[in-house]
């Protein structure tokens, strides 16, 4: 694949327990992590399936994606569990999955479907086992979230909350999220979704990920 990323560590059904990351994956985060921008999201779209009448809808993100599976986990204890509901992204990567009557945080999982190459413009399948990951905290019963992100910003937040003390609770996901968006100076990763290069317009209001600064090395005189 072309384009940079980081793939959340989750790859199973019910991703409770971390995996390590490929080389050449950890090598596309390094080498990318300076082109992500982030932008004004689009629309929400729905195909969701799951009992009850709660509702999590938003956007995944790796180009535009177009037929990836959308999973919801609840979150008991820090780690995933019980799987609430499955959904699948438009042409866009809009989705909408239910989560029933849950109420605590939730961790979407996206994977499968295509996505279209940024460098080509052409449409390219996601590899068997490529994830992305998005953690949310505590919802109420019956509640409808929506503009939730999944981008590879979401991913690293969720891999920093799960290898934290006491794994993906509430005020980890808080803080995971808040760093990731710190340190991308991104306002809110959770809602803001990565520009298109292919859409015109779309980084009107982009957040360009700064370089690291150079330390100044104080002058001596002699």
Do not use: E
């Not at 082109?35 to 709660?54: D, E």
């Not at 809808?57 to 609430?84: C, D, E, H, P, T």
């Not at 605590?104 to 413009?121: F, I, K, N, W």
Request: glycine letters at 14%; one cysteine or more; charged letters at 10%.
């Amino acid at each position: 694949m072309s384009r940079s990323a980081f793939w959340g560590p989750n790859k199973g059904a019910v991703p409770a327990k971390p995996s390590m990351m490929s080389g050449p994956l950890q090598a596309l985060v390094l080498a990318g992590s300076t082109l992500l921008l982030f932008g004004c999201g689009g629309s929400n779209a729905a195909t969701p399936t799951g009992a009850g009448n709660g509702s999590m809808s938003g956007r995944a993100v790796y180009g535009q994606m177009n037929g990836a599976a959308v999973k919801a986990f609840a979150i008991n204890n820090g780690a995933a569990g019980a799987q609430l509901g499955t959904a699948t992204t438009d042409a866009q990567g809009n989705f909408s999955v239910s989560i029933g009557n849950h109420s605590g945080p939730v961790m979407l999982q996206v994977s499968g479907g295509t996505y279209t190459d940024d460098a080509t413009g052409k449409s390219m399948t996601m590899q068997s086992g490529d994830v992305m990951t998005s953690i949310v905290p505590s919802v109420a019963t019956g509640s409808t979230t929506t503009g939730i992100q999944v981008t590879p910003l979401t991913s690293m937040a969720q891999a920093r909350a799960q290898n934290m003390a006491g794994g993906m609770t509430d005020a980890n996901i808080t803080a995971a999220n808040t760093a990731m968006a710190n340190y991308f100076s991104v306002g809110d990763v959770l809602h803001t979704s990565p520009m298109d290069p292919l859409s015109p317009g779309s980084g009107a209001r982009s957040h360009p990920v700064p370089a690291p600064r150079r330390r100044r090395t104080p002058r001596t005189t002699g």
